[in-house]
């Protein structure tokens, strides 16, 4: 009797949900470990043969052979679960719809649709605060290097009582790191 086609993926994508999730449990780790141990304490009493060294080879090959597709189909639902919601997501609100099924362009459309998205950020003037932040430290630091004064990078000279860089431009950045 054939299975139909949607009965059998439905039990093969249930299987390969139960095996990748158990396989990936530290009991499932233990218990391999405890194999191999088990195999290699056997080695002096079957006086390392070839049959000994076979019996690892062929079980751990034949494991990473089905595994290797297991794995793979339940990352390959879980990738396509993400981008359904993200295309949703992104639908819903009042992004660009363009960026629906972008999942399908080659790298280089992929690239194109990155840098048309840094250069929108930018043309709003919407540079990362904390980015300012780090370029300012950078160029305290460099200037104390000159004089010869050595501080560590997120150190800030301290005057008169307050740090330097407090106030607005320390909550902007804060917020922006956030």
């Known amino acids: ?3 139909p086609k949607m009965k059998f993926n439905k039990a093969f994508s249930s299987v390969a949900s139960a095996v990748a999730h ?39 090959t034949i494991i990473t052979f089905l595994m290797v597709f297991l794995i793979q189909n339940t990352q390959n639902r879980d990738g396509a679960a993400v981008q359904v919601k993200l295309d949703e997501l992104i ?3 009042k992004s660009e719809n ?18 048309r998205c840094e ?16 370029q300012a430290e950078t160029t305290e630091m ?16 301290k005057t008169a009582g307050r740090k330097a860089g407090s106030g607005k431009q320390k909550t902007k950045a804060t917020k922006a790191a956030v």
Request: aromatic share 8%.
């Open 1 to 3: 009797m054939a299975f």
């Open 22 to 60: 158990a396989a990936g449990m530290p009991v499932t780790f233990l218990a391999c470990c405890a194999i191999v141990i088990i195999w290699a304490v056997s080695g002096p009493l079957f006086g390392f043969s070839d049959t000994w060294q076979l019996i690892i080879n062929t079980g751990t």
């Open 91 to 93: 639908r819903a609100s």
């Open 98 to 115: 363009t960026f629906i099924g972008i999942e399908h362009l080659t790298e280089e459309e992929v690239a194109d649709f990155r840098k």
């Open 119 to 134: 250069n929108a950020a930018k043309a709003h003037g919407r540079v990362v605060e904390a980015e300012k932040a780090l």
């Open 142 to 157: 460099a200037a104390a290097a000159g004089k010869g004064v050595a501080r560590k990078p997120g150190s800030r000279k």
